[in-house]
């Protein structure tokens, strides 16, 4: 019999291998990613070959169809070695979502709306389904900062946040002013890297600023504070860290969705 679909905003079903059981519980994370390969036959081939050793829950193309290739309940091997707020096998607690995009190599072309309704419909569902709070909901390079991009800057997070998908706070305005960069050391750096590790980036409480610490803030903007990616530490990127912590659920705040 042929598989059906879990989600029931899932099109179709093109089937993985590349899935087992999960090692720890509970499920309460979900990564987006974008494919960032030349087209989505490519990204399901590629995802369906058990010699790459990769695979997603579900993938949304461009057109707006998702097709679903790891049953839930099922460890897909989307998240590598990226961890969060302690955890450090991701896959195990974790839903991942493909968004076929050419990423970073292919120039970083625009979500089409199509698909980011799809995403949105698709996100919506996961998260009542398996009650997943808004700021689990997270990026690709939120998880491993110094290995991946995606989904990218252009990802259209506010949107997503606005239709109840995600943790968010209006990016503070970007100023000139006092800034933190690579090769800067002491208390304000000991202080700044404990509010990424309380947010839930893995970044060790060092007191210098490294290459670890570039890479974590820069997977911030991203996210966060898209409108300058550069890895330095403003007092724009430093406010938005701030209000973010201030809006996690069980502090004093308001979060904009969720």
């Known amino acids: 019999m042929k598989p059906t679909p879990e989600s029931p905003v899932a099109t179709s079903v093109h089937p993985s291998p590349n899935h087992g059981e999960r090692r720890t519980g509970p ?3 979900l990564i987006l ?5 030349e087209s989505a036959a490519a990204a399901l081939q590629r995802l369906a070959n058990p010699v790459a050793e990769v695979s997603a829950h579900y993938v949304v193309l461009e057109d707006g169809r998702v097709v679903q290739m790891v049953p839930e309940g099922r460890r897909a091997w989307h998240a590598g070695q ?9 896959n195990s607690r974790s839903l991942g979502v493909e968004i076929v995009n050419g990423g970073h ?3 970083l072309p625009a979500y089409p709306p199509a698909q980011i309704e799809a995403v949105i419909a698709l996100c919506g569902d996961l998260t009542q389904r398996w009650n997943l709070a808004p700021h689990r909901i997270l990026a690709h390079s939120d998880i491993a900062p110094e290995r991946k991009e995606d989904p990218g800057e252009h990802f ?3 949107q997503l946040a606005s239709d109840g998908i995600g943790h968010w706070v209006p990016p503070a305005p970007i100023r000139d002013g006092r800034f933190f960069a690579e090769g800067d050391a002491g208390p304000p750096i000991e202080a700044l890297q404990a509010m990424f590790a309380l947010y839930g980036y893995d ?3 060092s007191a210098t600023f490294d290459a670890r610490m570039g890479a974590v803030v820069t997977a911030f903007q991203r996210h ?3 409108a300058r990616v550069d890895g330095v530490a403003d007092a724009s990127t430093i406010t938005t860290l701030r209000d973010l912590i201030a809006a996690l659920p069980g502090r004093s705040g308001r979060t904009t969705s969720g």
Do not use: K, N
Request: charged residues 10%; aromatic residues 14%; negative net charge.
């Open 27 to 29: 499920v309460d994370l």
């Open 33 to 37: 990613h974008y494919t960032g390969m």
């Open 203 to 205: 970044l060790p409480v």
């Open 224 to 226: 966060f504070r898209p």
């Open 105 to 107: 190599a292919g120039g």
């Open 82 to 90: 990226g961890s969060w707020a302690g955890i450090t096998d991701v």
């Open 156 to 158: 259209p997070w506010a």
